[in-house]
T-cell receptor, first 114, second 114 residues
């Protein structure tokens, strides 16, 4: 089934550094979304980028999408200890039924040390 | 709005028992998703409802699992009989517009089957 695969599986950095996470997927998509999950909590939506967009910003977040390579990246600038969480990409694919579903990758665990 | 509300937050049950997980989506959202999260398999989509109608249940693992959405404000996921391999965190999420926009997740139900 359609699924994003994040890379790396785990990332450890110092506060103030930038964190980059990558996502690859297999087939054409309608849009791609990034979510964050703090330990023991539900997922929180961060940003959505449509298939006709190449880059999007939201605060300290920058997302790029390369549909020719079927890949996306999430950049968190000037990271903080509070950014420690797991980050997931989710692909949205329209189905013949006229509906779409979110399919998640396995995530990148980010640890930001003070 | 209080967000997506799931109950119970934690459930411990013995193998063979029936388990019912509950979800109240955000008012006005017409798409509802049930996901299961494990370390091994990540986030798996179990079933997707749109306007209270099941659209895609291909992710439901087997006949022991069933889901209902009797009205726009309530959904249940039932496992009968439960098995230890069903132990996981189960998330409910809701969204608007046929699932093509951001999804809002509940806090999850951590199920342990002993």
């Amino acid at each position: 089934s359609q699924q994003g695969e994040e890379d790396p599986q785990a990332l450890s950095i110092q506060e103030g550094e930038n964190a980059t996470m990558n996502c690859s997927y297999k087939t054409s998509i309608n849009n791609l979304q990034w979510y964050r999950q703090n330990s023991g909590r539900g997922l929180v939506h961060l940003i959505l980028i449509r298939s006709n967009e190449r880059e999007k910003h939201s605060g300290r977040l920058r997302v790029t999408l390369d549909t020719s390579k079927k890949s996306s990246s999430l950049l968190i600038t000037a990271s903080r200890a509070a950014d420690t969480a797991s980050y997931f990409c989710a692909t949205v694919l329209w189905r013949n039924s006229g509906y779409s579903t979110l399919t998640f990758g396995k995530g990148t665990m980010l640890l930001v040390s003070p | 709005d209080a967000g997506v509300i799931q109950s119970p937050r934690h459930e411990v049950t013995e193998m063979g028992q029936e388990v019912t997980l509950r979800c109240k989506p955000i008012s006005g959202h017409n798409s509802l998703f049930w996901y299961r999260q494990t370390m091994m398999r990540g986030l798996e989509l179990l079933i997707y409802f749109n306007n209270n109608v099941p659209i895609d249940d291909s992710g439901m693992p087997e006949d022991r699992f069933s889901a209902k959405m009797p009205n726009a404000s309530f959904s249940t996921l039932k496992i009968q009989p439960s098995e230890p391999r069903d132990s996981a965190v189960y998330f409910c999420a809701s969204s608007t517009y046929r699932g093509n926009t951001e999804a809002f997740f509940g806090q999850g139900t951590r199920l342990t089957v002993v």
